[in-house]
């Protein structure tokens, strides 16, 4: 919702639905990929045991491994922000969505094949996992007018 915001407040002088969704489109790559990333990795290198259990799967070194994907995330959500490329933001959202998505498909096949109905697996992250996904896209559909070097 912030990055929804931050995208209309950004241009409305000069409003339209292109414009929107590109400045919406860097701010969901500086807070939801960027410091979301970044939260995502502090969260499973420090409280991995704890996470593991919220999700109710044994705790790994898949902790670590998601810690690391969740860091290149932030990384990539941070210098989209900063670099303002069209293409550089198109990769690294292609990388977000991809992953989340399927990720999302991930705690359903827990909540299916497993019963896994923890709050983690099956509650608000369920959603986030596939509705982002669908959004980013959906924005990068809308802003395909402005495929030029993206300005503030």
């Known amino acids: 919702m912030i990055a929804l915001l931050c995208g209309a407040l950004q241009v409305r002088r000069s409003w339209n639905v292109s414009r929107w969704s590109k400045a919406t489109l860097l701010w969901i790559a500086f807070w939801v990929m960027g410091l ?10 420090v409280f991995g045991q704890f996470i ?5 799967w044994p705790n790994s070194p898949f902790q670590n491994e998601v810690a690391f994907a969740n860091l290149t995330i932030g990384i990539l959500g941070l210098s989209s922000f900063w670099r303002r490329s069209r293409d550089y933001l198109v990769a690294s959202i292609v990388a977000y969505a991809s ?3 399927a990720d999302g498909l991930g705690h359903v096949y827990s909540l299916v094949v497993r019963s896994n109905d923890a709050p983690s697996n099956v509650g608000t992250i369920l959603l986030t996992d596939f509705l982002m996904p669908i959004l980013v896209v959906i924005l990068l559909w809308l802003s395909r007018e402005e495929r030029t070097r993206l300005k503030s």
């Open 52 to 56: 593991a259990e919220q999700i109710d």
């Open 99 to 101: 992953w989340f998505f």
């Open 36 to 45: 979301g990333g970044l939260y995502g990795f502090a969260m499973h290198i």
